[in-house]
C-alpha cells in the first residue's frame, strides 16, 4: 500500500490562494496516476482534478481555470494550486491513487470564509 501524506491545507479568504501537497512513500512514484478529491460536509467525495503518468491533465467544471495539478517526480510530490478561492470550495481535501492501488491521504482541510 502506498502511503500518501497531504498538506498545505488552511483558512483563506475568498479570491485568495493557496497550493496542497500530496507526498507519496514509494519507490515507483512516476508510474501512477493521482487525483484529488475532495468532500464537503454533508456532501458526497467528488473528484476535483487528475494528472496521468505521462503529465495529461483533468479537471472537474467548478474549478476548470482556477485550480492546476501538476507533479514532481524527483520529490514524489503531486501538488494542487488553487486561486480565486470561493467559500464553496470549502472541503476536506484527499490526494488519490485510483485502482488498482487504491490510495488516500489522511485529507487536509481548506476554509475559505471572510
Known amino acids: 500500500q502506498v502511503q500518501l501524506v497531504e498538506s498545505g491545507g488552511d483558512l483563506v479568504q475568498p479570491g485568495g490562494s493557496l497550493r496542497l501537497s500530496c507526498t507519496a512513500s514509494?519507490?515507483?512514484?512516476?508510474?501512477?496516476?493521482f487525483e484529488w478529491h475532495r468532500q464537503a460536509r454533508g456532501h458526497q467525495r467528488e473528484k476535483v482534478a487528475g494528472i496521468a503518468a505521462f503529465g495529461i491533465t483533468d479537471y472537474a467544471d467548478a474549478v476548470k481555470g482556477r485550480f492546476t495539478i501538476s507533479r514532481d517526480n524527483d520529490k514524489n510530490t503531486v501538488y494542487l494550486q488553487m486561486n480565486n478561492l470561493k467559500p464553496e470550495d470549502t472541503a476536506v481535501y484527499y490526494c488519490?491513487?485510483?485502482?488498482?492501488?487504491?490510495?488516500w491521504g489522511q485529507g487536509t482541510q481548506v476554509t475559505v470564509s471572510s
Open positions: 488519490h491513487i485510483p485502482i488498482p492501488v487504491n490510495s
Open positions: 514509494t519507490n515507483i512514484f512516476s508510474i501512477y496516476a
